[in-house]
């Protein structure tokens, strides 16, 4: 299987707990995202890497989420001090930049699903 | 935040019949794409359309798309039940890398 892989797919933790989630995107993928999606709504942006450079991060990134890109390659997703507000499913995506390519197609791994409890 | 508004959001229609779904959003952007999300699983991407065209086509699937109103429809022509799935559209902003996605419109097609 070439595409997105996450693991783990399900991870139910105490709150106050640290959790981390793995992403290993398609392998010639450059540009590297994760998002968050909540039950009925769409998924949110946390923050986005081209190669081993994470270029952006939004508001909804609090200090107590990290993620890093060793090498450019796979990705983590560290959240600390767990809060049941974090109970939500992460979802890892990839593109390729710079192929002149139309757009910024990204491809979705199948989320990891995140309980506190 | 979130960019796009879907609508409706929800939508309920028989095997056979056309379903359509608009999406709204606030800013420019360079292109605008529909994914799909089955039940607890991951995006699927459908089909983009760029700021300068006003319509696609990709086998049962056409996509409009009016940047004087911020706007864009899908329409899925000969619904199936396996076209049961909630649909998001996305928008890549002018100056940014990063997709934004509308909350989605959850389509069930009744066999």
């Known amino acids: 299987d070439t595409g997105v892989s996450q693991n783990p797919r399900h991870k139910i933790t105490k709150r106050g707990q640290n959790v981390t989630f793995r992403c290993d995107p398609i392998?010639?993928?450059?540009?590297l995202y994760w998002y968050r999606q909540t039950l009925g709504q769409g998924p949110e942006f946390l923050t986005y890497?081209?190669?081993?450079?994470?270029?952006?991060k939004s508001r909804l990134l609090s200090d107590r989420f990290s993620a890093e890109r060793p090498k450019g390659s796979f990705s983590t997703l560290e959240i600390q001090r767990t809060e049941q507000g974090d109970s939500a499913m992460y979802l890892c995506?990839?593109?390729?930049?710079?192929?002149?390519?139309?757009?910024?197609?990204?491809?979705f791994g199948e989320g990891s699903w995140l309980t506190v409890v | 935040s979130q960019q796009g508004e879907e609508d409706p959001q929800a939508l309920s229609i028989q095997e056979g019949e056309n379903a359509t779904m608009n999406c709204s959003y606030k800013?420019?952007?360079?292109?605008l794409q529909w994914y799909r999300q089955n039940s607890g699983r991951g995006l699927v991407h459908l089909i983009l359309?760029?700021?300068?065209?006003r319509e696609k086509h990709s086998g049962r699937l056409r996509v409009t798309l009016d940047t004087s109103k911020k706007s864009s429809s899908l329409l899925i022509t000969a619904s199936r039940a396996a076209d049961t799935a909630s649909y998001f559209c996305?928008?890549?902003?002018?100056?940014?890398?990063?997709?934004?996605f509308g909350s989605g419109t959850r389509l069930q097609v009744q066999p």
């Open positions: 995506a990839s593109s390729l930049a710079g192929q002149g390519l139309v757009g910024n197609t990204i491809y």
């Open positions: 392998s010639e993928h450059n540009r």
């Open positions: 890497f081209q190669n081993e450079a994470q270029l952006e």
């Open positions: 800013t420019s952007i360079n292109n």
């Open positions: 359309i760029r700021s300068n065209e």
């Open positions: 996305a928008t890549d902003a002018t100056g940014r890398r990063a997709l934004t």
